[in-house]
């Protein structure tokens, strides 16, 4: 008894939700629980997840950070130390009330972040300017009681790494911030193949307790915008609620300056929305579980599977994440199933291929087929590799630069965003009031002020006063 | 101003707990955090457990297993769907009842263990025998609202991994219970350098729900004992609660049989009771975050500390975990903060070391010096290391055998847990009543029926009935 063919997904065409919960569920990266809102990582999904901790964590280490572990809980009291943080996160944390069948003194919440557990540790280890920087990160899921939830995308729990530092100097405290930014964007566009813009987040739209927020906004398959990765500076906030002070050089007790930053399993929503087909996932080589799938054909014949065997060994062997279908499915079913699950490369050998010492390479995206000899066969799959995650970049990059539009003003702005999906570059004059205006009569929010500014215009384009900024404007995940 | 020297320690002979306190707390493991229970794992004390995982993870996967992530949340009908195991956990566990500011219509436990969510999830994914074995694991933190806590050994939040399986069969289960038992033994023994004692937990003893529960236990350096991973087999008990089936390859439904297995960061616990000595933590090389530091003495002098950095990086290009450090604190100072914090090998470079063409390496536990020439330095180094890794395991098993006692009735567990601490051999005749007896009038719990039985006696300590096994007795951590 074969496994079920595949069954068919959504067309992304026809209704880009659906297909992207079909994507999610059919090649398994993710599982309901009865919790609503709180998902299960499946072993495939869970796989791509530890490549993106393992990449990010060496460069982390690389530039000096420790991992540490905080508690998940905060006492109501502690988090509410600082004003804007606890009105901004507040609403939305799950209480613990008792423990056991005792009623806690104290109610705790289950950490939404943890600025305030590190900000109580910091004051009790940072004495002297010798104690710092502090440059922590951890990873650990984290909880916000949302309304509205979607796999990968907005989880009651969710994944992620929260990166918190402090410093003696704002520059120091500027530079982190900013250097971590380049690290999530380089991140992105190398390993996950999504082209980001950099810039800084509208105060409206900063994290509650923040002085400025930065951030990487990448464009989806379908022109909305998902919020990536973000790094904040706090200033000496923080440090003036939490009475974190330090002896410095000169011997005066001064507070010190924190950043925070983090990035979470949503790239993975990220990485579906950016790449992926009607057939399924199409994930980049460089993040891949499985980068190749051998598919031996025929595999009744004599000598077939064994051949295949060989060959996964040989490429395992070459540093390939490689792995064999020996089980009794279909060829056809097999294919259909990794190009669900989006593996890069599929390596078919038969008994004509094996005569012939060769086997068929076919690309994921594409689905190009070449020939190649078996003795080369390590060297063009990485070669194929590299060509699709170039490809992928390339494809996602022209994707937003075709959803990418100028307006000079508010009809503007409306008149495309109701044709079509993508990002409209427009000015603004900096007023909160422009921003909630273009918000609610043109259903878009401010993504970022990039770093790269362009002036689309001179005046701003709801009041017509003098621009500040160009802004990047989007409906976001 | 040259950092504050370190401070004494209490000694171990004269309060153990203290002196235990002392080192977690001052060797930078631990900070206590404001929730009781809840602690702060600080670098030093994270990078242990990365170590730790590291090694297990890699064999985790080696034997088959697959990462994945559950929620943190079990609703309240869920952790009641299997008798025993709710009996079992839910007076110590922590409860959910608001979401922001709506009570929940259904209370949420934060996970004690997870077996209740991994059940619900096969229930969903197991169909057909083509399904199964599921060999998972995952890398969490669970929450357990004990009364008493101590750091590392008991806290009310806590680091493990919890393996979940599913087979098809009774013996796979079994098979797979037992394998990662001896996973878990070779680990203590091979990279803890602890030695432990295999065997099965008493029906009183055993994990809520479990039919079976095998145990590892070491013996601490005081004698007492530390249960250091437990491995279960479930039966279809859980199957049966949950309604997991599945169809076999007979084209009959039947329900599979499951196991779960857990080791913690009260490992780093055991590490510390195990091998620490007065002045402070000794670390098995293996899992040393820091295997050599490189202190140069008399550092102004020219050449010195240039020296010193070109070695560090001689010494980690071949593969060891080295530190230099440069900071203005004196040698003194240096050697005592490292020795405190169990670095393995000290290396002491001066510029006679220099001229000499020479360094000398100090082992950890004897203090033992070697001068070693600086192009053999790496092999020394390493060289030096097994002999500690060796040395350790041996002394903690020279440990273990002075101080277990074999005893024929109660009058003779009694007389010995009078005047020693350690583990006692004495028969069993398998009664639960004997067993609280034992407890009671000698203070003595039953650790595990050992693998490797021996007749100390022919009829059990207690009642004098016929005995069954040979069972060690102990005070546990």
């Not at 590190?118 to 440059?135: G, I, M, T």
């Not at 980049?284 to 499985?290: E, G, L, Q, S, V």
């Not at 022209?398 to 044709?419: C, G, P, Q, S």
Request: proline share 4%; charged share 30%; glycine share 6%.
């Amino acid at each position: 008894m074969e496994k079920k063919m595949v069954e068919q997904i959504t067309s992304m065409d026809v209704d880009f939700a659906k297909w992207y919960t079909d994507v999610v569920i059919k090649s398994e990266l993710i599982d309901y629980s009865s919790v609503r809102g709180c998902l299960i990582l499946r072993p495939y999904g869970y796989a791509i997840w530890e490549n993106i901790q393992k990449e990010l964590d060496a460069k982390f280490k690389e530039l000096g950070h420790e991992n540490v572990a905080m508690p998940m809980f905060i006492p109501e009291s502690l988090l509410q130390k600082e004003k804007d943080h606890v009105e901004g996160f507040a609403p939305e944390v799950a209480w613990v009330t008792h423990g056991g069948s005792e009623k806690l003194q104290e109610r705790l919440c289950v950490r939404p972040t943890s600025e305030t557990l590190f900000c109580e540790h910091y004051a009790n280890v940072v004495q002297s300017w010798r104690d710092l920087p502090k440059l922590y990160n951890q990873w650990v899921s984290v909880v916000r009681w949302e309304k509205t939830t979607r796999p990968f995308l907005r989880h009651r729990e969710f994944y992620w790494q929260e990166g918190h530092t402090i410093h003696a100097t704002v520059e120091e405290a500027m530079q982190e911030t900013l250097q971590m930014l380049d690290v999530y964007a380089d991140f992105c566009e190398n390993y996950l193949a999504m082209p980001v813009i950099k810039g800084q987040k509208t105060d409206k739209e900063k994290f509650a307790g923040a002085e400025k927020t930065y951030t990487i906004e990448a464009m989806m398959h379908d022109g909305k915008a998902l919020q990536s990765g973000t790094s904040h500076y706090f200033g000496d906030g923080f440090a003036r609620a939490f009475e974190i002070q330090f002896t410095d050089k000169d011997n005066q007790l001064k507070h010190p300056f924190q950043t925070s930053w983090g990035m979470s399993t949503r790239l993975i929503g990220g990485i579906i929305m950016t790449h992926g087909d009607d057939n399924g996932l199409v994930l980049p080589p460089r993040i891949a579980p499985i980068q190749a799938v051998v598919v031996p054909i025929a595999m009744h014949k004599p000598g077939v599977r064994e051949k295949a065997e060989e060959l996964t060994a040989a490429l395992k062997a070459a540093g390939i994440r490689v792995k064999v279908d020996v089980s009794d499915n279909s060829p056809g079913w097999k294919f259909s199933e990794y190009e669900m699950k989006g593996v890069p490369v599929r390596v078919e050998l038969g008994p004509k291929d094996i005569e012939a010492g060769q086997c068929v390479l076919v690309r994921r995206d594409n689905r190009e087929k070449i020939a190649v000899k078996l003795e080369n066969v390590a060297e063009e799959i990485k070669r194929v590799m590299d060509e699709l995650q170039a490809a992928l970049f390339n494809r996602a990059l022209e994707n937003r630069t075709a959803r990418t539009y100028a307006a000079k003003d508010l009809d503007e702005m409306k008149a495309i965003t109701a044709e079509k999906s993508g990002f409209v570059k427009a000015m603004w004059c900096g007023d909160e009031e422009c921003e909630l205006k273009i918000k609610e009569e043109a259903g878009l929010s401010s993504r970022c002020i990039p770093y790269e500014q362009e002036a689309v215009g001179e005046v701003c384009a709801c009041c017509g006063k003098p621009a500040k900024h160009m802004v990047y404007w989007g409906v976001a995940y």
